[in-house]
């Protein structure tokens, strides 16, 4: 069964660093977001990506975010300066419909020390 | 206040028996979520519904959306039904998220 995969599963980096996070989502799926959760809290949205560019995106979302995908498979959230409020773990989801069950991949824990 | 709202937010269940999980939102929605948290983080889509009701095996979902309100029924609860439950509806290009209610079912 076809299933969304994220890398790496666990990423530690310093404050001020740049980090990227991969997804690969489904391949015949056109709909791409991330969220984060923060230990012991909600999960929030971050941003979705349609037709490749942004269609939505939250507060959370500022300068120091980014997404792209590359090369028609790879779907990745660049933070520039990475601050110590973004440790969190950071999922990604796609899905074949607008309106449609989300697949979620098993996440990224982002730790920032 | 929270746009989605679940209670209760802990369960405690003895095994077989039958669970609801409620969730009541306050913007506009075009469909309704519910979710399973695993324990080691991963998340899986259980239902999603925009009217009425759905079965999956012993998970039972309603919606209403006059009332703004979704319920999620688990009969015959099992220690493996163990894991958090969350509601997300799906606003604008979004879903927005409730905090979640955390089952755990006991032998």
């Known amino acids: 069964e076809p299933e969304v995969t994220q890398t790496p599963s666990h990423q530690v980096t310093q404050m001020g660093q740049e980090v990227i996070l991969r997804c690969v989502p489904i391949?015949?799926?056109?709909?791409f977001y991330w969220y984060r959760q923060i230990l012991g809290q909600k999960v929030e949205f971050l941003v979705s990506f349609y037709n490749n560019e942004i269609s939505e995106k939250s507060e959370i979302f500022d300068d120091q975010f980014s997404v792209e995908r590359p090369d028609g498979s790879n779907f990745t959230l660049k933070i520039r300066s990475t601050k110590l409020e973004d440790s969190a773990m950071y999922f990604c989801?796609?899905?074949?419909?607008?309106?449609?069950?989300?697949?979620f991949g098993p996440g990224t824990r982002l730790t920032v020390l | 206040k929270n746009e989605v709202e679940q209670s209760p937010q802990n369960l405690t269940a003895q095994e077989g028996e039958f669970i609801t999980i409620n969730c009541s939102y306050s913007?506009?929605?075009?469909?309704l979520h519910w979710l399973q948290q695993h324990p080691g983080g991963g998340i899986v889509s259980l239902f999603m519904l925009s009217s009425g009701k759905k079965k999956h095996g012993r998970l039972i979902a309603t919606i209403n959306i006059q009332e703004k309100h979704s319920s999620l029924h688990i009969t015959a609860s099992h220690p493996r039904d163990s894991a958090v439950y969350i509601c997300?509806?799906?606003?604008?290009?979004?879903?927005?998220f409730g905090t979640g209610t955390r089952l755990q079912v006991f032998p």
């Open positions: 391949s015949n799926h056109l709909y």
């Open positions: 989801a796609s899905t074949r419909l607008a309106i449609n069950e989300q697949f």
């Open positions: 997300a509806v799906h606003n604008t290009d979004k879903l927005i």
């Open positions: 913007v506009g929605i075009s469909a």
